[in-house]
């Protein structure tokens, strides 16, 4: 089976609860990814439920981005 991940994932402020969809890079299913939000680079870790990551004095969360599963061969 192969894995085909969506490039883009949505940031949730917990501050505030304002979400917004950010690029990602480096994504490790169930381990990390880096989220591009504006130019500022935010290094994301899975905490066993959702993804946490911390900048600018701001905590992000996240579900991560979609993946989809193809079933190759016979």
């Known amino acids: 089976m192969r894995a085909i991940v969506?490039?883009?994932?949505m940031l949730t402020?917990?501050?505030n609860d304002v979400s917004?969809?950010?690029?990602?890079?480096?994504?490790?299913e169930g381990k990390s990814f880096n989220a591009f939000l504006?130019?500022?680079k935010i290094p994301m870790k899975w905490n066993g439920?959702?993804?946490?990551?911390?900048a600018h004095g701001m905590?992000?969360?996240?579900?991560?981005?979609?993946?989809r599963y193809i079933k190759?061969?016979?």
């Open 38 to 40: 504006a130019t500022n």
């Open 6 to 9: 969506d490039n883009k994932a």
């Open 20 to 28: 917004v969809e950010a690029e990602i890079d480096n994504f490790q």
């Open 49 to 54: 439920k959702i993804y946490v990551g911390n």
């Open 59 to 67: 905590e992000f969360t996240s579900e991560g981005p979609d993946v």
């Open 72 to 74: 190759e061969g016979r």
């Open 13 to 15: 402020n917990t501050r």
